[in-house]
Nanobody, 116 residues
Framework: QVQLVDAGGGLVQPGGSLRLSCAAS????????MMWYRQAPGKERALVGT????????NYADSVKGRFTISRDNAKNTVYLQMNSLKPEDTAVYYC?????????WGQGTQVTVSS
């Protein structure tokens, strides 16, 4: 079955960097666009960005544009979220997401806390 495993979160100071990963299994990873979402305390889950199936194109929410980069390694069935210049408002649980054959699948989430 489809499985997404998020990893890489932690505590980081403002201005710091983190790299999240999402290991996928149970479907043809290279055939599907992948997405990253985040949910901050007391807020709804929001789209961070997307990447095409071949990794050629990525798009981002305005709030992270220029600071975050999504990439993927189709040989390793893994998608990444490189986060630079982190701000306290980036504090959230981050989830990877894929829609396969009309069904939505989420990773379990990884906590990112940006604080001094």
């Amino acid at each position: 079955q489809v499985q997404l495993v998020d990893a890489g979160g932690g505590l980081v100071q403002p201005g710091g960097s983190l790299r999240l990963s999402c290991a996928a299994s149970g479907f043809t990873f290279s055939a599907y666009p992948m997405m990253w979402y985040r949910q901050a305390p007391g807020k709804e889950r929001a789209l961070v960005g997307t990447i095409t199936s071949d990794g050629a194109v990525a798009n981002y929410a305005d709030s992270v544009k220029g600071r975050f980069t999504i990439s993927r390694d189709n040989a390793k069935n893994t998608v990444y979220l490189q986060m630079n210049s982190l701000k306290p408002e980036d504090t959230a649980v981050y989830y990877c997401f894929v829609r396969v054959v009309g069904r939505n699948y989420w990773g379990q989430g990884t906590q990112v806390t940006v604080s001094s």
